[in-house]
T-cell receptor, first 116, second 116 residues
Framework: AQKVTQAQTEISVVEKEDVTLDCVYE???????LFWYKQPPSGELVFLIR??????QNEISGRYSWNFQKSTSSFNFTITASQVVDSAVYFC?????????????FGEGTQLTVNP | DADVTQTPRNRITKTGKRIMLECSQT?????MYWYRQDPGLGLRLIYY???????NKGEISDGYSVSRQAQAKFSLSLESAIPNQTALYFC???????????????FGPGTRLTVL
């Protein structure tokens, strides 16, 4: 069965610090997809990124970067020079292409607070 | 206008009442989903539908039912609401693409339901 673990329940940093949110997953499939979503205080869920299991290249988008390592079953998310607007709950999610198609399994989420 | 809308946005009801949450989308997506979010548990899938004639149970479907009235509309019903169904409910949509084995899901703004 698929599982996603976000061990950090809450993280608090001061503005301009770098912060990494951890995500560890479990799956028996060889083909799977990983996602990150952001949930700001307003409550909506915002899609950030999707990676497939065959693409281990790290990705950078502005201040956001993602480190995918199959060897450790991790898909970590780093925010560089954090800002107050980054304060949100961040969810990592997994989709097993072979056994569950588009069904997403979410981690418990990490509450990030960026203080001015 | 939002691509995925949910009505109502907030609802307070009493134990035993029947309640319907509605989801509409203008994204033209075939697939629609209902999730609930509870503190510390992330999001869990209730039901999903890959087209109008296809309805599937998710991991926590007991106590819920759904109706896919049209490609753009997917409703979630609580036949007899109970207090532990108090949660934040999200509708999501995704677009099936031939050759792509998992979709990216886009979420509505959520419905906050309280059952007294």
């Amino acid at each position: 069965a698929q599982k996603v673990t976000q061990a950090q329940t809450e993280i608090s940093v001061v503005e301009k610090e770098d912060v990494t949110l951890d995500c560890v997953y479990e799956t028996r499939d060889t083909t799977y997809y990983l996602f990150w979503y952001k949930q700001p205080p307003s409550g909506e869920l915002v899609f950030l990124i999707r990676r497939n299991s065959f693409d281990e290249q790290n990705e950078i988008s502005g201040r956001y970067s993602w480190n995918f390592q199959k060897s450790t079953s991790s898909f970590n998310f780093t925010i560089t020079a954090s800002q107050v607007v980054d304060s949100a709950v961040y969810f990592c999610a997994l989709s097993e292409a072979e056994t569950s198609g588009s069904r997403l399994t979410f981690g418990e989420g990490t509450q990030l607070t960026v203080n001015p | 206008d939002a691509d995925v809308t949910q009505t109502p946005r907030n609802r307070i009801t009493k134990t035993g009442k029947r309640i319907m949450l509605e989801c509409s989308q203008t994204k033209g997506h075939d697939r629609m989903y209902w999730y609930r979010q509870d503190p510390g548990l992330g999001l869990r899938l209730i039901y999903y539908s890959f087209d109008v004639k296809d309805i599937n149970k998710g991991e926590i479907s007991d106590g819920y039912s759904v109706s896919r009235q049209a490609q753009a509309k997917f409703s979630l019903s609580l036949e007899s609401a109970i207090p532990n169904q108090t949660a934040l409910y999200f509708c999501a949509t995704s677009d099936f693409r031939t050759g792509d084995r998992a979709d990216t899901q886009y979420f509505g703004p959520g419905t906050r339901l309280t059952v007294l």
